[in-house]
């Protein structure tokens, strides 16, 4: 009879532990989530009451309707999927040029195009004067306001500029001895290279311009121009605060006990779909960075 | 850009250096005004009283439009069709959304790109865009504007105005007026259990506690007052606190003002200090003491504390017109036979007075550019019958007489069409007065007599109204108005005064600390600078006395 090697006890036990400190992890992360889902299907009373939590108790679309009753509310989420495809498209272009050609050691000025990336970390112009300059050149109320003014991330620049940096040179080298153009390099040899890193970049600038409000709020002086953030904001302002002396219905007491579970489902449903698809770009991308960063 | 805002900086510095050399009137400035020979485009000639105004020419003025997220601004709203109609003036509107108005505000008034019209200030956040030259002194333009000027006559607000004016001995915020004092928090009772145990509804705070314990002797298992709006930084129980402080001739609560006018020995004192806050703070811990407030009134949620109301655990309640209807009622629909009335606020050492502060309500700023518009005189003339006559008053308020409503307000026929709806008026009728029509909007309508006021309340409502507007209204404090940099100093020592004020007052109301310690305590508020504070805000008083 052959027997199989039996696992040493000292493995069982850390194999026992790992899966329940594991499954308590998935449980803590999880649930908050599926809480604010079940949440938002409730009736009021039962979410005054505190009485949900992993299924939706009372079961209600009241706010839901709502909320997409509104043709305002598709008119800034079409907003919002615009601004962040252009954005993140721009800033994608933007990043990715400003961070290859910092990766070249060779390059004259170098530490000047360093510096100044990173002076904007520590100082900026301050709101009011920004509110100014976008004014002047003209951008308010158009997508540039809100596309051009964080198109590079320091932080994602200096993340790639470390990533390509750890790319080995000789690839290059092979490649100029080939005859490619710079440009040829960076489009044919580096750039699938670094799926991983672009991937996480897209992650990166796609959630920070699908979850961000204050540039719209700012230079968007029409409603029909507004990201579904703005709208979803000032909702939460008006169904929460409810002190305006005139409505108090049914409807909007469903609505205010429901308002932040069902805006969170609506503006994080979209980007938490596109996760699968690039997770496994997404885990080595950050990784790659890090090392050397 | 900033080459401009600095010469309109340059420009205010220069006549703010003006004025003062040539002394200050402290009245409606007229002379002040200036020339406005060339800024009356479309205004009409002799606009007074009772005149419905109406453009020479069409007009345009752009507006800051608060967005309010339960009836999002929309640009066919029929009140604005029906206001160029009646005017022949449009609005260019910036619409801003109601969650962050007063950020957008500040950036776009700052940055001198703001409308001509900036409405829903509320005092004093005009303060912060004076010394930037942004904002008009609209005190030297009232003399243009004959149904404000005429209000604030009849209903004698000169010096609930004054407390608006700054060092210059000028106001650049138009205030909403009102004819009465509106008072609409107070304390939720449940008659049913007042009835059956025979007790009258109190009238005084003494009354009060004899209720409580009575009800204690009834139910001696539980607190019959759980309060509620106890959101931090006030030290919780804000309105039970708030009201009681004013019935004392303080400030406390939410009603917190860091310092009080002392009539007899006319100067201003520390209101944490006052002997009438030691008194209140003694109120609140017998009632503690006595088991008959629950001491997690000051830290619960509003949840909480209507959870208890709810299931009958507690009978006393913190309420406004707006609650008692949509969550007191219904919280305790489930209790058989269970009733509850808003009572009129309870009477204290001040007697049956009320508070002068909410005769002036939010307003409108009017921004410096607006001054050098040929239009400037129609666009105030505007303004004044929108927001200050009967006329425009009762239009942005109930709309189009024979399409929104009937009657009048005068003789109490006034009538909502069946097919509006507002508030709980008309709740299955197609179309919402503010959604669909866009009248009632806090931009516009507010303000105005208590007739008018009275037309949008229950009849319980106005039977509170009624007793409240019997009592007498207490005078009006003195101005202090502080110089900028008096500001910033006052600010410094005002919120670490605040601070510590709130903290003590929870401890001494729950009885954490014992009120023979009140000594130590204002010794520890004189050592956080109490009298720098005060003396700052006296000497600014008798420094606009000397002015005047």
């Keep these: 009879m052959v027997t199989a090697i039996r696992p040493s006890r000292g493995y069982r036990v850390f194999q026992a532990v790992n899966a329940v400190v594991l499954t308590v992890v998935v449980v803590v992360t999880l649930f908050p989530f599926v809480n604010i889902v079940a949440r938002s299907f409730s009736g009021e009373r039962e979410i005054r009451t505190g009485q949900v939590s992993v299924f939706p108790r009372g079961f209600n679309v009241t706010t839901y309707q709502h909320v997409m009753s509104d043709t305002m509310f598709w008119t800034n989420y079409r907003n919002t999927v615009v601004y962040t495809v252009v954005a993140t498209a721009i800033s994608l272009v933007l990043t990715t040029c400003y961070a290859y050609v910092l990766s070249k050691r060779q390059l004259k000025g170098r530490g000047l195009l360093v510096g100044i990336a990173v002076f904007t970390m520590f100082f900026n112009g301050g709101l009011i004067p920004n509110y100014v300059l976008i004014s002047a050149l003209g951008m308010r109320n158009t997508l540039w306001a809100i596309v051009l003014p964080n198109a590079v991330s320091v932080f994602n620049l200096l993340v790639m500029k470390a990533f390509f940096e750890s790319l080995p040179v000789e690839l290059e080298e092979a490649a100029a001895v080939d005859g ?50 703005v709208y979803l904001r000032n909702l939460i302002a008006g169904a929460t605060a409810g002190s305006d002396q005139t409505t108090s219905s049914d409807t909007t007491l469903q609505i205010a006990a429901g308002i932040q579970a069902v805006t969170i489902v609506l503006t994080t449903l979209p980007i938490l779909l596109v996760y699968p698809f690039i997770q496994r770009y997404f885990v080595s991308g950050v990784m790659l960075g890090a090392v050397k960063g | 850009m900033v ?62 439009m608060l967005s309010n997220p339960n009836y999002p601004f929309k640009a066919n709203w029929s009140f604005l069709a029906e206001l160029t109609k009646r005017t022949n003036v449009s609005f260019e509107a910036t619409a801003v959304p109601g969650s962050d108005y007063n950020q957008k505000r500040s950036v776009v008034v700052s940055a001198g790109d703001a409308p001509m019209i900036i409405p829903k200030t509320y005092h004093p956040d005009e303060e912060a865009f004076i010394a930037g030259g942004a904002i008009l002194p609209v005190s030297d333009y009232a003399h243009l504007m004959p149904h404000y000027s005429d209000k604030v006559k ?25 004819e009465k004092p509106w008072l609409d928090y107070s304390l939720a009772m449940r008659t049913d259990i007042l009835e059956k145990h025979s007790l009258p509804v109190p009238a005084t705070w003494d009354e009060v506690t004899t209720t409580l314990r009575a009800l204690r002797k009834a139910y001696p298992d539980r607190y019959p007052f759980s309060d509620r709006w106890s959101t931090p930084p ?69 949840d909480n504390a209507r959870q208890k109301f709810a299931a009958g655990k507690s009978f006393v309640i913190s309420t406004n017109a707006q609650t008692l209807v949509s969550e007191n009622r219904k919280d305790i629909a489930k ?27 939010n307003g409108i700023m009017i921004s410096k550019k607006a001054r050098e ?70 931009v516009f309508a507010y303000g105005g007599s208590t007739k008018m006021l009275n037309s949008q309340f229950s009849e319980e409502e106005k039977a509170f109204q009624a007793e409240m507007n019997k009592r007498t209204t207490r005078e009006v404090p003195p101005p202090h108005p502080l110089s900028p940099e008096e500001r910033e ?60």
């Design chain 1, 180 to 229: 490619t153009t710079t440009y040829g390099t960076l489009w044919r040899i580096v750039l699938p290279l670094s799926k991983a890193v672009l991937a996480t970049m897209l992650l990166f600038y796609a959630v920070s311009f699908w979850n961000s409000w204050f540039a719209g709020f700012l230079y968007m002086d029409r409603q029909e121009l507004f990201p579904v953030t």
């Design chain 2, 3 to 64: 080459q401009l805002s600095r010469r309109q900086l340059l420009a205010t510095a220069a006549a703010t250096a003006a004025v003062s050399l040539a002394g200050c009137d402290g009245g409606d400035g007229e002379a002040d005004a200036g020339d406005l020979d060339g800024n009356k485009a479309g205004a009409m000639d002799g606009f007074k009283v009772g005149d419905q105004f109406r453009a020479t020419e069409p007009l345009t003025f752009s507006i800051m």
């Design chain 2, 154 to 178: 009849r209903w004698n607000l000169r010096a609930n105005l004054d407390t608006f004016s700054q060092q210059d001995g000028k106001y650049y915020l138009l205030p909403g007026l009102h």
């Design chain 2, 234 to 302: 006030q030290p919780g129980a804000n309105n039970l606190i708030g009201i009681l402080g004013t019935a004392h001739g303080t400030h406390a609560g939410w009603a917190y003002n860091s310092t009080t006018w002392d009539g007899a020995a006319g100067k201003f004192v520390l209101s944490g200090a006052m002997d009438q806050y030691r008194q209140m703070l003694r109120y609140l811990a017998t009632l503690v003491s006595e088991k008959l407030l629950d001491p997690e009134s000051f830290t619960q949620t509003d």
């Design chain 2, 335 to 361: 209790i058989p036979g269970a009733t509850v009335a808003k009572i009129p606020v309870p009477i204290g050492p001040m007697g049956a007075t009320v508070p002068s502060e909410s005769l002036l309500e």
């Design chain 2, 373 to 442: 518009s040929k239009n400037f005189v129609a666009m105030m003339q505007f303004i004044d019958w929108l927001w200050y006559s009967d006329a425009g008053l009762m239009f942005s308020k109930w709309g189009i007489e024979g399409d929104t409503y009937t009657g009048n307000v005068e003789d109490g026929s006034f009538k909502l069409d069946p097919r509006v709806k507002w508030g709980g008026l008309n709740p299955s009728a197609p179309k919402d007065l503010q959604v669909d029509y866009g009248f009632f909007n806090g």
């Design chain 2, 489 to 548: 100093q006052a600010a410094l020592w005002e919120s670490t005064l605040k601070d510590h004020v709130f903290q003590q007052t929870l401890r001494f109301a729950l009885g954490q600390r014992p009120l023979s310690e009140w000594d130590a305590y204002v010794a520890e508020l004189r050592t956080k600078n109490m009298d720098q504070y005060v003396d700052l805000v006296n000497k600014a008083y008798q420094r606009f006395q000397e002015k005047k």
